[in-house]
T-cell receptor
Framework: GNSVTQMEGPVTLSEEAFLTINCTYTATGYPSLFWYVQYPGEGLQLLLKATKADDKGSNKGFEATYRKETTSFHLEKGSVQVSDSAVYFCALRRGSSNTGKLIFGQGTTLQVKP | GAVVSQHPSRVICKSGTSVKIECRSLDFQATTMFWYRQFPKKSLMLMATSNEGSKATYEQGVEKDKFLINHASLTLSTLTVTSAHPEDSSFYIC?????????FGPGTRLLVL
């Protein structure tokens, strides 16, 4: 079946450190891949996405590249800020755009200290 | 744009009562909405897919008679937890699809006493 696995958290970093949150997936066919972020007390927001192999999604300094050969979509940021503290979810979607279900990883909590 | 709201944001109810949660797409129309449940420190679990004008599609293991979903218009879907019990206490989140992206509501915290 389809599944998403993220690295265990929490991840604690100092401000301006480099961030990597690992995400690997299992799926048949060619899923679309997403990173969502959930700030404390809020709903999920789409951070970035990639719809085919070798695509790179980027937003707000975050990047992730769709690697089909390693079935991975690792999230990276060169210099984190305190305001990046949140829970990050990796997700995949198969099927058509509006009706395809999202399958989420377990979430990784990021804590950035000043 | 693409804002999804939920109401209420939190609700406390007595065991055995029913609770209705609303999900609205404020600035777009959504033929498909999704309902998720999120346990503490756990991922989101898809409960059902709500389709405007038709019956919802429930995920395996989700009781359709307990979690009633109605999608009566292109901007509103409701989730009713019937005869709620303490084990139904959770964070319920909805999303609405627009142009290949799901936009999420802020969630509703349900506590059943």
């Amino acid at each position: 079946g389809n599944s998403v696995t993220q690295m265990e958290g929490p991840v604690t970093l100092s401000e301006e450190a480099f961030l990597t949150i690992n995400c690997t997936y299992t799926a048949t066919g060619y899923p679309s891949l997403f990173w969502y972020v959930q700030y404390p007390g809020e709903g999920l927001q789409l951070l970035l996405k990639a719809t085919k192999a070798d695509d790179k999604g980027s937003n707000k300094g975050f990047e992730a590249t769709y690697r089909k050969e390693t079935t991975s979509f690792h999230l990276e940021k060169g210099s984190v800020q305190v305001s990046d503290s949140a829970v990050y979810f990796c997700a995949l979607r198969r099927g058509s755009s509006n009706t395809g279900k999202l399958i989420f990883g377990q979430g990784t909590t990021l804590q950035v200290k000043p | 744009g693409a804002v999804v709201s939920q109401h209420p944001s939190r609700v406390i109810c007595k065991s055995g009562t029913s609770v209705k949660i609303e999900c609205r797409s404020l600035d777009f129309q959504a033929t498909t909405m999704f309902w998720y449940r999120q346990f503490p420190k756990k991922s989101l679990m898809l409960m059902a897919t709500s389709n405007e004008g038709s019956k919802a599609t429930y995920e395996q293991g989700v009781e359709k008679d307990k979690f009633l979903i109605n999608h009566a218009s292109l901007t509103l879907s409701t989730l009713t937890v019937t005869s709620a019990h303490p084990e139904d206490s959770s964070f319920y989140i909805c999303s609405a699809s627009l142009q290949e992206t799901q936009y999420f509501g802020p969630g509703t915290r349900l506590l059943v006493l």
